[in-house]
């Protein structure tokens, strides 16, 4: 399975981006799909997560209520939606699709299948 992750880009202090993560050369079935974070010098951070097959979404507590994961099955693309959007929030973001228990979805070693990541700016 191959990840490609789209969506990002510069945007003002409150606004909104929406992240693609496409898989190409098989499905998404089976799989939870993570959204993760890195800024330079950083550890990458857990951003949001869900298996493909449906149940609770999984979100950073940092960024409840700031996000919306959803499903194209069609198009096997998941996206994530991000609003009121913070400088903080500046950081390359990946997804990436694996096979985590419950009690592991939110740790980056659980997945891996990764896109090659998409930069999101907030800054004015």
């Known amino acids: 399975v191959q990840l490609q992750a789209s969506g990002g880009g510069l945007v003002q202090p409150g606004g909104s981006l929406r992240l693609s993560c496409a898989a190409s050369?098989?499905?998404?079935?089976?799989?939870?799909i993570g959204w993760f974070r890195q800024t330079p010098g950083k550890e990458r951070e857990f951003v949001a997560a869900e298996r493909w097959s449906g149940g609770t979404p999984y979100y950073a507590d940092s960024l409840k209520g700031r996000l919306t994961i959803s499903k194209d099955r069609p198009k096997n693309t998941m996206y994530l939606q991000m609003n009121s959007l913070k400088p903080e929030d500046t950081a390359v973001y990946y997804c990436?699709?694996?096979?985590?228990?419950?009690?592991?979805?939110?740790?980056?070693?659980?997945?891996?299948?990764w896109g090659q990541g998409t930069q999101v700016t907030v800054s004015s």
């Open positions: 990436a699709a694996g096979r985590p228990i419950a009690s592991t979805m939110t740790h980056d070693r659980s997945y891996y299948y």
């Open positions: 050369g098989g499905s998404f079935s089976n799989y939870a």
